[in-house]
Every structure is written in C-alpha cells, then in structure tokens.
C-alpha cells in the first residue's frame, strides 16, 4: 500500500521559510519523479514544484520560482520542499503526489499523480 505522508507545515510571517518533508512508503521512491501541489480555499489544487527521480531536473511554478526549491533523498525515500521569502499568497494546503507509474520525466499536470498526501497547512501573514 503506498502512503505519503507530508510533514514541516505552520504559520509563520512574511519573509520567513519553512521545510516541508513528505515521506512515501510501499514502494520504491527512486523510480518515480515527484511533486507538490497546494490548495488555498476555494480555489483549484495547483502546481508547485516537480522533480525527476533521480533529481537532475526541477520545474516550478512561475509564482514560487526563485523562492521554492524541491530536491529529495532517495536513501530514505523523502521529498523535500524548501520555502525561502514566503508571502501572504502561499497560504494554502501542501500536498506531495506519486505518479501511479515509474519514470523520470517530471510531471506538472495534477491528473498524472496517483498518490497523494494528507496535506500540511502553511499559513503566511503579514
């Protein structure tokens, strides 16, 4: 049974970052490219961050490129999202996702992602 299970999430103020983790268990995480969505309220679950298995490529939203990095320690089959000058605007609900096949190529789209997380709030005020 595959499991995702995020952690790193809180509320913080403008200007500071956060670390979000997402560990996946059953399954090998070094044959899947990876990603993070986010979900304000009200609004559609969007891209944030996608990253290949082993991690030679990256691709981010236009609006946290420059601020977010994702990367990933396949050792212990972790995900990571680091959060650097966070705004009000990254208010939402972070999710990672699993693709349901394997695959280095990096996925943006929502409907390629099989697996997901429970979610970590983040919360940014100003």
């Known amino acids: 049974q595959v499991q995702l299970v995020e952690s790193g999430g809180g509320s913080v103020q403008a200007g500071d970052s956060l670390r979000l983790s997402c560990i996946l268990s059953?399954?090998?995480?070094?044959?899947?490219?990876m990603g993070w969505f986010r979900q304000a309220p009200g609004m559609e679950r969007e891209f944030v961050a996608a990253i290949s298995w082993v991690g030679r490529a990256t691709q981010y939203a236009n609006s946290v490129k420059d601020r977010f990095t994702v990367s990933r320690d396949n050792d212990k089959s972790t995900l990571y999202l680091q959060m650097n000058n966070l705004k009000p605007e990254d208010t939402a609900v972070y999710y990672c996702?699993?693709?349901?096949?394997?695959?280095?190529?990096?996925?943006?789209?929502?409907?390629?992602?099989?697996?997901w997380g429970q979610g970590t709030q983040v919360t940014v005020s100003s």
């Open positions: 996702a699993a693709p349901g096949y394997s695959g280095s190529h990096i996925k943006t789209d929502r409907r390629d992602y099989r697996y």
């Open positions: 059953g399954r090998a995480f070094s044959e899947y490219s």
